[in-house]
C-alpha cells in the first residue's frame, strides 16, 4: 500500500500544482472568467484516467492467461519508462516550473478558450495516464486488487490537500528536494515492478528461464507473512525470482539511481573564461 501511496502523492501533487499555477496565475492577473475552460480541462482529464483505468481492468480481465501474463508484462516495462522519465523531467525541471506554466498559459490565452482547456487537459492529463498505469501494474503484481486502489486513493487525498494548502499559502516546502527523495523511492519501486514485467513475460511465455531461479527464501519469507506482504506490497519482492528478473532488476536499479543521484549537485558551474593575455607591442 505504501508504494501505490506514493505514486498517489507524487503524482497527484504534480497534477495539484499544475492547477494551483494556472488558477493562481489566472486570478492575480485579473482574469477569473477563463477559470472555467481551465477546470474543463482539469475534469477532462481525471475522466480519461479513470476511464483509462478502467479499460485496462476488465478489458484483460477478457484475454486468456498467457495473454493477460502479456500484457500485464508489457505494460509494467511501458510504465516503468514512463515514471522512470517522470522522475527525471521533474528532477530537472521542479525549480522553475512555476515560469514555464505561466508561459504557457500566456500562449493559450492569447490563442483562445480551446487553447486554455487543451492545455490544462495536458498538463494534468500526463500524470494521470501514467497513474492509471502504473497502479494497474501494481495491482497485477501484487494480486491484490484492494491495497495498491486504497493507497493511490489515499495518497491522491493527501496531494490534492497539500496543493489546497500550497494554493493558500499555508504550506512552504523545498519541492526540488521533495521529488529528489521521492523520486528516488519510486526509482526502487519502479525496478520492482520491472522485475515482475519480466516475471510475466516468462510466463507468457515471450522470455526463457521462468525455472532458473536465483534463489528461493520462500521458507524464511513466506509470501503468505505479514512481512512478506509488506515487502511485496513496497517493493515487488519476490522470494523466488528468477535469474533473469534478478538480472534486470539489478540492471535498472544500479545505474539508474547511480545517475540520478549524481545529479544531486546540480549542472555543473560554466568555467570563467581565461583573460586575454595582452599583445606584445611592437
Known amino acids: 500500500m505504501f508504494a501505490n501511496y506514493l505514486i498517489g502523492l507524487r503524482e497527484g501533487l504534480e497534477a495539484s500544482l499544475v492547477v494551483c499555477i494556472l488558477i493562481a496565475y489566472l486570478v492575480k492577473t485579473g482574469r477569473r472568467e477563463k477559470l472555467p475552460p481551465v477546470w474543463t480541462g ?55 516550473l512555476k515560469s514555464e506554466l505561466q508561459g504557457k498559459l500566456d500562449a493559450a490565452l492569447a490563442m483562445g478558450t480551446g487553447a ?96 532458473n531461479l536465483a534463489f528461493d527464501i520462500s521458507t524464511t519469507i513466506p509470501k503468505d507473512s505479514w512481512y512478506g506482504t509488506l515487502l511485496k506490497g513496497v517493493f515487488n519482492f519476490q522470494p523466488d525470482p528468477s535469474i533473469l528478473q534478478l538480472l534486470v532488476w539489478l540492471a535498472y536499479l544500479a545505474p539508474t539511481l547511480a545517475f540520478f543521484f549524481g545529479l544531486l549537485g546540480g549542472p555543473a558551474k560554466p568555467t570563467a573564461p581565461k583573460p586575454a593575455q595582452a599583445r606584445p607591442t611592437a
Open 42 to 96: 482539469v475534469g477532462a482529464a481525471v475522466l480519461l484516467s479513470m476511464a483509462f483505468g478502467a479499460v485496462l481492468q476488465f478489458g484483460s480481465s477478457q484475454l486468456s492467461f498467457e495473454a493477460q501474463e502479456a500484457l500485464g508484462g508489457s505494460l509494467s516495462i511501458v510504465s516503468v519508462g514512463l515514471v522512470t522519465w517522470m522522475v527525471f523531467w521533474m528532477r530537472r525541471t521542479a525549480r522553475h
Open 116 to 211: 486554455l482547456v487543451a492545455t490544462a487537459f495536458l498538463a494534468v492529463g500526463r500524470e494521470g495516464l501514467e497513474t492509471a498505469l502504473f497502479i494497474w501494474t501494481a495491482v497485477q503484481a501484487t494480486e491484490d486488487g484492494y491495497n495498491p486502489i486504497v493507497g493511490a486513493a489515499l495518497g491522491l487525498l493527501t496531494a490534492t490537500l497539500l496543493g489546497w494548502l500550497f494554493y493558500r499559502g499555508a504550506l512552504r516546502i523545498n519541492l526540488a528536494k521533495f521529488f529528489t527523495w521521492t523520486g528516488a523511492m519510486l526509482v526502487v519501486v519502479a525496478a520492482g515492478v520491472l522485475a515482475y514485467g519480466v516475471h510475466d513475460l516468462q510466463e507468457a511465455g515471450w522470455l526463457p528461464g521462468l525455472h
